[in-house]
């Protein structure tokens, strides 16, 4: 009966010394600065002299732990015609920039694969958007 008490004790033990480190684990994912950033302007100015500057340097520059970049709309189809802008998405990937645009928008304008060679998960963007603006992130429109 002993060996049986001390079990169960030495259990408990673990049990109570791991909570506090899963439940700390998950309070930290949820403490880190995540920025998701939509990007629907189809202006080259708006996209090279803001949008695409500000959130690659916020990536670069660690001013936030994860950084999402939406391509959605006219921001679709000025990106398949500018190989200006396609070398900075590329650079902004190999930079750990996460690239995601809205397929909805890429099918109506003809462009998907377009977007698709650039290396950019195409795909339905509601729900995701949703989820980025219900879970924690900082969401700045271009």
């Known amino acids: 009966m ?4 001390l079990r169960w004790f030495i259990l408990s ?5 791991s909570l506090p ?3 700390g684990a998950q309070d930290m994912e949820s403490k880190k600065e995540k920025l998701a950033v ?4 189809g202006d080259r100015d708006v996209a090279e002299k803001s949008c ?4 690659h340097a916020a990536k670069r520059n660690g001013w936030f732990d994860e950084v999402v970049l939406i391509v959605w709309g006219s921001s679709s189809r000025l990106l398949a015609e500018d ?5 900075k998405i ?8 996460i690239l995601e645009a809205c397929i909805a928008c890429s099918n109506a304008l003809g462009v998907t694969e377009d977007l ?3 290396g950019i998960d195409v795909k339905g963007m509601g729900v995701p958007l949703t989820n980025y603006l219900k879970s924690g992130y900082h969401v700045l429109t271009y």
């Open 2 to 5: 002993k060996k049986r008490n």
């Open 90 to 97: 590329k650079a902004m990937i190999a930079d750990g920039v």
């Open 38 to 41: 939509l990007w629907v302007s």
């Open 83 to 87: 190989e200006a802008l396609q070398e």
């Open 116 to 118: 698709k060679n650039l």
């Open 13 to 17: 033990c673990i049990l109570l010394i």
């Open 52 to 55: 695409l500057m500000y959130t």
């Open 21 to 23: 480190l899963v439940i």
